[in-house]
T-cell receptor
Framework: AQSVTQLDSQVPVFEEAPVELRCNYS??????LFWYVQYPNQGLQLLLK??????LVESINGFEAEFNKSQTSFHLRKPSVHISDTAEYFC?????????FGTGTRLQVFP | GAGVSQTPSNKVTEKGKYVELRCDPI?????LYWYRQSLGQGPEFLIY????????DSGLPNDRFFAVRPEGSVSTLKIQRTERGDSAVYLC??????????????FGEGSRLTVL
């Protein structure tokens, strides 16, 4: 069965600094990988996804993630964060038509 | 509305009571999912509907939990004899066709259940 590990429960960072949120997964089969974001008092929203093709995927707001099959990782990165990026970020892996989520990483951006 | 709607947004009940949580998916979405999110945890899969039928109910924790989707649109999650451990945010999501080749589930804002 698939599982997802997000080692960092909280990541504090100053505005305009780079950030990396780590995600590792376990799977014996090909997978689809996702990052969802939950802003305060809002529902989960898809940030980006890897289904096939290029291993580097990007979001519209400057985040990117790279699928690394050999390391079973899908880390999320942004070169320069904004205050508005403060949110909870969840990595997820597909498994038989459902998503399995990690425990989440709270990104706190300080001015 | 345009998004997934869940009611009630908050529900406080006493141990042993019966609770119903409702989800109204995006119009035209055939797939509907229920997840549960406890404090400090990620969403935990409960059940997945494709149309009116439950395609996968492997995440329901026990027989106190039941969900229906009689007309292939609105779904109700039913919890009997609630326990304090059932306290969580219950999330509903829908997608256009089900399966994850398109990769996107649209989530509602959740129903926060507190069992006293």
């Amino acid at each position: 069965a698939q599982s997802v590990t997000q080692l960092d429960s909280q990541v504090p960072v100053f505005e305009e600094a780079p950030v990396e949120l780590r995600c590792n997964y376990s799977s014996s089969v090909s997978v689809y990988l996702f990052w969802y974001v939950q802003y305060p008092n809002q529902g989960l929203q898809l940030l980006l996804k890897y289904l096939s093709g290029s291993t580097l995927v990007e979001s519209i707001n400057g985040f990117e993630a790279e699928f690394n099959k050999s390391q079973t990782s899908f880390h999320l990165r942004k070169p320069s964060v904004h205050i508005s990026d403060t949110a909870e970020y969840f990595c997820a892996v597909s498994y038989t038509d459902k998503l399995i989520f990690g425990t989440g990483t709270r990104l706190q951006v300080f001015p | 509305g345009a998004g997934v709607s869940q009611t009630p947004s908050n529900k406080v009940t006493e141990k042993g009571k019966y609770v119903e949580l409702r989800c109204d998916p995006i119009s035209g979405h055939t797939a509907l999912y229920w997840y549960r999110q406890s404090l400090g945890q990620g969403p935990e899969f409960l059940i997945y509907f494709q149309g009116t039928g439950a395609a996968d109910d492997s995440g329901l924790p026990n027989d106190r939990f039941f969900a229906v989707r009689p007309e292939g649109s609105v779904s109700t999650l039913k919890i009997q004899r609630t326990e304090r451990g059932d306290s969580a945010v219950y999330l509903c999501a829908s997608s256009l066709r089900g399966g994850l080749t398109t990769g996107e589930l649209f989530f509602g804002e959740g129903s926060r259940l507190t069992v006293l």
